[in-house]
């Protein structure tokens, strides 16, 4: 059954997207920590999952159901606990980096209504690591919270593996699983790190700090790498093999892409950054289809948490059954609100995608 604040939220969107697209972001992170405060939210929404029958195992860890929010919308862990209860299976958040920084000259963001997208240069704005472990220590939700990372604008491509290793030390007593972020459109030379020997590298590097932090605290927290949804076929075949060699615990596909296809002729579309949305739907369905069957043809169980151009329940279904074994939505969550949440939470898909890591 469809919870009140569903049934309210496109009366709220109407307001919110009379604004710009990221005062209206602001806006309703702010509206959703002042109902959190209030009690209303335990009243119009669904409510927490955290804890509940019907756990799915991934990465080692039990997810209550297969629909998570993707990183972005709530890059600083302010809303961790309102997001918990709208349904969500799962949260992650940032991207964070270790040091605070601004990110793009505004505006940065920029809705495309009538094809359902939004593009969004944003640079991995963020209070820095510090800001977010304190809030993750400060949440309520029992929940899982994942945490994405990324390098600072200013760091060399060469030194980025200091960055993600300074992250991921500090998150690690509060995060229950990493996300290595290399598929940002907007922070320069960074996918350059999804291939090759730069790739291996860093993973390399990331797995044994992992197992080092590990045998430090006796506490095993899953790494999962995002990629960009602009690769091609041979490339995603690399970065799959190359993954399942490191021993990654989980794969995001995907981030948002800077084709612009299908959307050419819009208003906004000129504009530098990334692509997400209806647009993507097709290409990151097509990757995800190449990623499963490139983790197969190496006799791989990575899961792989598909996200990117998830707008309707069927578009999540389509993702389930291509074998991914959770989703995550932003855009399609920002367009529908929590009416999308509730109906992929409530799916019935069965067995498929029910993978341990």
């Known amino acids: 059954m469809m919870s009140a604040l569903a049934r309210m939220y496109p009366w709220m969107r109407n307001f919110l997207f009379r604004l710009d697209a990221e005062q209206s972001h602001d806006k309703a992170l702010a509206g959703l920590r002042f109902m959190q405060r209030t009690g209303l939210l335990k009243k119009l929404a669904r409510g927490s999952v955290a804890g509940q029958p ?8 039990d997810f209550p159901n297969r629909v998570g929010l993707a990183a972005g919308l709530d890059k600083d862990g302010e809303c961790i606990d309102a997001f918990g209860s709208l349904g969500f299976g799962f949260i992650e958040v940032g991207t964070v980096t270790p040091k605070p920084q601004v990110g793009s000259d505004k505006p940065r ?51 980025a593996h200091i960055d993600y290793l300074d992250c991921f030390r500090a998150v690690h007593s509060v995060a229950d ?28 590097t990331m797995k044994a700090e992992q197992a080092r932090l590990e045998k430090q605290s006796g506490r095993y927290v ?3 790498l995002k990629i960009a949804p602009d690769l091609t076929h041979e490339e995603v075949q690399s970065v799959a093999v ?19 296809q299908g959307v050419e002729a819009a ?26 069957t490139a983790l197969r043809e190496v006799d791989s169980d990575m899961p792989v948490i598909a996200s990117g151009g ?4 069927s578009d ?42």
């Open 242 to 260: 190359q993954a399942h060699r490191a021993g990654i615990d989980a794969l995001i596909a995907t981030n948002t892409t800077l084709s612009r």
């Open 310 to 313: 998830i707008m309707t329940p």
């Open 54 to 61: 019907g756990v799915i195992k991934v990465m080692g860890l």
């Open 177 to 204: 699983y990493v996300t290595i972020n290399l598929s940002s459109p907007n922070t320069p030379g960074l996918r350059a790190l999804q291939f090759g020997s730069a790739l291996d590298q860093l993973l390399e």
């Open 316 to 357: 999540a279904a389509a993702k389930l059954q291509r074998g991914a074994a959770l989703v995550q939505v932003y855009t399609g969550f920002i367009y529908a609100g929590p009416a999308l949440v509730e109906a992929i939470a409530d799916l019935d898909m069965g067995q498929p995608g029910d993978r341990a890591a």
């Open 109 to 159: 963001m920029f809705r495309l209504e009538d094809r359902q997208a939004i593009i969004n240069r944003m640079g991995f704005n963020n209070l820095g690591v510090e800001k977010l472990v304190s809030r993750l220590q400060a949440r309520n939700w029992p929940g899982i919270v994942g945490v994405n990372i990324g390098k600072n604008k200013d760091t060399p491509a060469e030194s």
């Open 222 to 224: 899953p790494l999962a």
């Open 267 to 292: 208003q906004h579309a000129r504009e530098i950054g990334g692509l997400s949305g209806a647009p993507l739907t097709a290409r990151a369905d097509e990757l995800l289809q190449w990623l499963v």
